[in-house]
T-cell receptor
């Protein structure tokens, strides 16, 4: 089975711009989660989508949004970029269904975003 | 809320040394516990997991036992190799949080030949 893929791998943007990142989960996985990784804050949960619905949300401003398509592919969007948004953005997928003992999450290689 | 505390790093060891990386957690109910590893320039890879008390997860010579009485999930390896140099993250998830993983800060391990 192919793993989780993320595109693009690297991005450079300037303050005020917006960006869209894409994630394709492992085939058959319906849950996609997004995390932000920075040296200062470590790994922080952004949100999770399951069957096209946002099921869980972390503590990030509304500039961070996401969606999931019927084929389980997910995108996240960051509007009005700030310098502090520079980070590695990781996507993870699992076969997690609600109320079931936690299934393993499998991570993609990440998209490294640099905001200048 | 849930939280994970890892020992401070970085850790530098010689090849074939014994490794212990401490991890303790705070969570309601019965979380699942994980160790993930991140090699330079890459995403996270699941190293091992345990889903209930007294379970032992193991993989590639690494082991960790889910200790509910001490709320710990310490990672051990009997003989480290240079190729084990990476960042190690302890994490937990609980049923009420759906797929959300709560991570520790991570610890960098460097193994010298």
């Amino acid at each position: 089975k192919a793993g989780v893929t993320q595109t693009p791998r690297y991005l450079i943007k300037t303050r005020g711009q917006q960006v869209t990142l894409s994630c394709s989960p492992i085939s058959g996985h319906r849950s996609v989660s997004w995390y932000q990784q920075t040296p200062g804050q470590g790994l922080q949960f952004l949100f999770e989508y399951f069957s096209e619905t946002q099921r869980n949300k972390g503590n990030f401003p509304g500039r961070f949004s996401g969606r999931q398509f019927s084929n389980s592919r997910s995108e996240m969007n960051v509007s009005t970029l700030e310098l502090g948004d520079s980070a590695l953005y990781l996507c993870a997928s699992s076969s997690q269904a609600a109320g079931i003992r936690q299934e393993t999450q499998y991570f993609g290689p990440g998209t490294r975003l640099l905001v200048l | 809320g849930n939280s994970v505390t890892q020992m401070e790093g970085p850790v530098t060891l010689s090849e074939e040394a014994f490794l212990t990386i401490n991890c303790t957690y705070t969570a309601t109910g019965y979380p699942s516990l994980f160790w993930y590893v991140q090699y330079p320039g890459e995403g996270l890879q699941l190293l091992l997991k345990a889903t209930k008390a007294d379970d032992k997860g193991s993989n590639k010579g690494f082991e960790a036992t889910y200790r509910k009485e001490t709320t710990s999930f310490h990672l051990e390896k009997g003989s480290v190799q240079v190729s084990d140099s990476a960042v190690y993250f302890c994490a937990l998830s609980s049923i009420g949080a759906n797929s959300k993983l709560t991570f520790g800060k991570g610890i960098t391990l460097s193994v010298r030949p």
